[in-house]
T-cell receptor, first 111, second 116 residues
Framework: QQQVKQSPQSLIVQKGGISIINCAYE??????FPWYQQFPGKGPALLIA?????SEKKEGRFTISFNKSAKQFSLHIMDSQPGDSATYFC??????????FGAGTRLTVKP | NAGVMQNPRHLVRRRGQEARLRCSPM?????VYWYRQLPEEGLKFMVY????????ESGMPKERFSAEFPKEGPSILRIQQVVRGDSAAYFC??????????????FGEGSRLTVL
């Protein structure tokens, strides 16, 4: 049972463009929503995170938009760069402190 | 401050053998999580442990897999009687305790198991 649904599976964006990755969840007990970035052969690393009491969080070129009523959140990467090419995972933390991940989005930014 | 340490980084086993994967969390972290990642796939939750306690093992196969996080020493993920389908990258993550629950997960580099 997938508790966090992520789309698209893969995404190709031109350098300078906007990358958008979407996630949806069902469990209203989730209280923390991070995004992780993973490069090949490496472990995931936290990119940016949001709690449900805010609708948007921005850190540099990365923005999370959060829609609590729709139970959806998304990652926007502005001015995408080839170095952003990686796999991105959304996640959600439950009431038991367990963290569930989406299936991942492989982003390719073309120069 | 060393990060999450996993070893071995690569492990090759023949079918029927046992695999033991170790994870030392970051200093001061009392929560450990294990995830499995198949090639081209996402992170599948396996188990969540605190010191000497299994909090949630709902993602762990009922047979052949076990995990522990003893009072002293690393967390261990043990796979008995390995089969080819166990070939995957196994990631460990640790987390500090924050008010309101566990915070950010810090991942290790992973242990890549290959079953021949």
């Amino acid at each position: 049972q997938q508790q966090v649904k992520q789309s698209p599976q893969s995404l190709i964006v031109q350098k300078g463009g906007i990358s958008i990755i979407n996630c949806a969840y069902e469990n209203t007990a989730f209280d923390y929503f991070p995004w992780y970035q993973q490069f090949p052969g490496k472990g995931p690393a936290l990119l940016i995170a949001i709690r449900p009491d805010v609708s948007e969080k921005k850190e540099g070129r990365f923005t999370i938009s959060f829609n609590k009523s729709a139970k959806q959140f998304s990652l926007h990467i502005m001015d995408s760069q080839p170095g952003d090419s990686a796999t991105y995972f959304c996640a959600a933390r439950g009431g038991n402190n367990d963290m569930r991940f989406g299936a991942g989005t492989r982003l390719t930014v073309k120069p | 401050n060393a990060g999450v340490m996993q070893n071995p980084r690569h492990l090759v086993r023949r079918r029927g053998q046992e695999a033991r994967l170790r994870c030392s969390p970051m200093k001061g972290h009392s929560h450990v999580y294990w995830y499995r990642q198949l090639p081209e796939e996402g992170l599948k939750f396996m188990v969540y442990l605190q010191k000497e306690n299994i909090i949630d093992e709902s993602g762990m196969p009922k047979e052949r897999f076990s995990a522990e996080f003893p009072k002293e020493g690393p967390s261990i993920l043990r796979i008995q009687q390995v089969v080819r389908g166990d070939s995957a990258a196994y990631f460990c993550a640790s987390s500090p305790v924050e008010q309101g629950g566990a915070g950010e997960l810090f991942f290790g580099e992973g242990s890549r198991l290959t079953v021949l």
